[in-house]
């Protein structure tokens, strides 16, 4: 039987110095912070059996002595008494590797503030054991080791989802600081490499904001390795970083659910493309490449994608390759309701898009899918 106590036994307002009375356990300690005692119990209840695990309420001042190695926060982050308790533990929260919010309110807004808080990771919607075990138990750092690996990561996920939140807000959107994020994940992708950058956001990230800074990164690395100047680069980071924003509006329930979706759900996806290019187009910062790029990522050569059936000549050059890294990084996303698919398999089933994507681009892109 282990030393280690339950956890619910200390959870709440911790009295003294804070520190959980299992400080001996060589188990990895997680701090739990909430804006309630039941959500308190529920997140400790399912970490306790793996973990020494302390829990603290958002409104108990408390002192721990000890550095948790994650902190885990479940709290309505639309409550500024919450928002400014956790910024007042925020010296706390650098200092722990990962830290973890568990949102409620799966909406754009709500993401977007866990990001500003400094979350490492955000799982939205109901408490998910197997994902929250799940999160933990990844080493929370690469191979390389580099000091501070997930810095562009954490930048381009927090443009990712602000850029969300505006739109969903109908605030103006900080076209250079997307830009900026882009470019970090292009420095991040010339130094490190692909492999690395795609392992490390199926690992922080899910839904979306994954798929977005999923694209981003083959797209860099496609640019990369067909040699393109680094205006045309700019552009291909930029447009990835903006393809899908025109799913600003529709629910997270819709685009992060698990399964098929049936024909509504489908036609309201479709409509992303174009709304992105009307959110974009007044916009004096976003070029025509760009918005082209927005509008024509889901066209195919042989006319059968939307939303302006084009085909052939009429699709560009940064949008084809735009096109072929969006489909790919939509098959090797990571979900925790399905296993990932391999590499290869996901180029495959490309190759086998015959008619649709550039046949020379695709036999180019070989390299980027399977090893680069
Ligand atoms: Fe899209
Ligand atoms: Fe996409």
Redesign the pocket.
Known sequence: MSTVPNARTIAGPIKGDGSPRAAQSTRPFVHVLADTSDKLSAICSALEQQFTVAGERLDAEARLAQVPFAIVIRAELRDVDNIAAIKKRSARLAKATKRIFLVEHSSHVCISQAYALGATLVLPGPLNKTSLLAALADPAEPASGSAQPDNAVQTAATAIASMFTAVTLGQPLDVDGTKEAGRKIAERITEHGLSEWLTTVRRHHEGTYQ?CLL?TGVAIDFGLSLGVGRADLERLYSAAMF??IGKAQIPLAILDKPGRLDADERAMIETHPAAGYDFLKDHETISPEILDAVRH?HEYLDGSGYPDALAGNSINDIVRILTIS?IFA?LIEHRHYKPTMPRTEAYNILCGMTGKLEKALITSFKEVALSR
């Open positions: 798929h694209v393809h899908d990522h969006d939509a």
